[in-house]
C-alpha cells in the first residue's frame, strides 16, 4: 500500500506557542500535498539552551502546547501525525525528549522516548550533555500502522544500529529519526549515517530536522531527507529554514531488497574474545595466525 510521507523541517524557537503555530501551518502544507503521514523535527516545540527559562514554561504531557496542536492537526487533516519529538516535563525533575504518533483520530498511537542521550564535546568547543536534564528512555517499538509497520528513533539514536536493527528484525519497514543536528556533526556524518541505517537493514528512512541559526543561539544542519531501502534519497531540503519534503513510500520494496540481500535472515550469532598479539619480528602478531 503505497503511501505520501511529509518531512517538515523547523527552526523552532525558544517560544513553544510560536513554535506550535509554525508546525501547524507546514502541517497544513504538507497535506495540501497529498501526504497522510506527516513528521516534524526533534524538539519541535522549543529549543532553549537556557535550563531554567526552558523548564519556567515546559508542561507535563497533558498540558504540553504541541502534543495538543498535534492531536488536534491529526483529527482535523485526517493523517497520521509524527510530532518528532518534544521536551515533557516528568514529575521527578526531569525531562523526557518524547515523540508521539497520532491518528486519524487525534488519539495518541505511539510515545517513544529518546534512548541515547547527547553527551558529547566537539572540536568547535561545542559541549552537550542531555543527560544532565533528561530521562532516557528505554523501549523501542515497533507499531502496525495501515500502511506500513514503523520504528522510531531520535536524532542521536541514529548512531547506534543494533536499535535500528532490531527493529528490522522484528518487521521494521519504515523507519523514523526526527533531528536537532548539529552543523558540525551534520556536515561529517547526517546523510552517510541515515542511508546506511537504510542499506544495512533495508528499511526506509524519514528523518524531520531542525534547521539554521536559533534563538538560543545554536545552529542545526538542516537537510531533511527521505531515503529508500537501497540508499538512494528520495527527497531532501536545504541547509536553513523551514521546507516540506514528501515522497511516495511503497513498503513492498523494503521486501524486495530483502530478496536481493537478505542480511537480516542470514545473520549469525557469534562469539568475540580480545586476545593479546604476540610479537614476531617486531611486528604485533594475531596469535591465531602466527603459526602461518
Not at 50 to 68: T, Y
Not at 214 to 226: C, K, V, W
Amino acid at each position: 500500500m503505497t503511501f505520501r510521507a511529509a518531512a517538515i523541517q523547523m527552526c523552532s524557537g525558544v517560544d513553544p506557542e510560536r513554535n506550535a503555530a509554525a508546525m501547524a501551518r507546514l502541517v497544513r502544507e504538507a497535506a495540501s500535498q497529498g501526504a497522510t503521514y506527516i513528521q516534524t523535527p526533534e524538539m519541535t516545540g522549543m529549543l532553549q539552551r537556557d535550563r531554567a527559562a526552558a523548564k519556567a514554561v515546559l508542561r507535563d504531557e497533558g498540558n504540553d502546547v504541541i502534543a495538543r496542536t498535534g492531536s488536534e492537526l491529526a483529527r482535523e487533516l485526517g493523517i497520521f501525525m509524527h510530532v518528532g519529538s518534544t521536551a515533557i516535563a516528568l514529575d521527578d525533575g526531569k525531562l523526557a525528549n518524547r515523540g508521539f504518533l497520532f491518528g486519524p483520530d487525534g488519539k495518541i498511537l505511539n510515545r517513544y522516548d529518546k534512548i541515547h542521550m547527547f553527551d558529547v564535546d566537539l572540536d568547535n568547543g561545542e559541549s552537550w550533555r542531555e543527560s544532565a536534564a533528561y530521562r532516557p528512555g528505554s523501549e523501542a517499538r515497533v507499531l502496525s500502522l495501515p500502511f506500513a509497520e514503523m520504528g522510531f528513533a531520535i536524532c542521536y539514536d541514529v548512531r547506534f544500529p543494533a536499535l535500528f536493527r532490531a527493529q528490522a528484525v522484528a518487521g521494521a519497514e519504515v523507519m523514523t529519526v526526527p533531528a536537532a543536528f548539529t552543523k558540525q556533526t551534520g556536515e561529517a556524518h547526517w546523510e552517510i549515517l541515515l542511508r546506511a541505517r537504510a542499506i544495512e537493514n533495508g528499511v526506509f528512512v524519514v528523518a524531520a530536522a531542525q534547521a539554521g541559526r536559533h534563538e538560543d543561539g545554536r545552529e542545526t544542519f538542516g537537510h531533511s531527507m527521505i531515503v529508500d531501502p537501497w540508499g538512494r534519497v528520495l527527497a531532501s531540503a536545504g541547509p536553513e529554514g523551514e521546507a516540506v519534503i514528501v515522497a511516495d513510500i511503497d513498503p513492498s520494496a523494503v521486501k524486495a531488497a530483502h530478496d536481493k540481500i537478505p542480511n537480516l535472515k542470514n545473520g549469525r550469532d557469534f562469539s568475540i574474545e580480545r586476545v593479546a598479539g604476540v610479537v614476531a619480528g617486531g611486528v604485533a602478531v594475531d596469535p591465531l595466525f602466527s603459526a602461518l
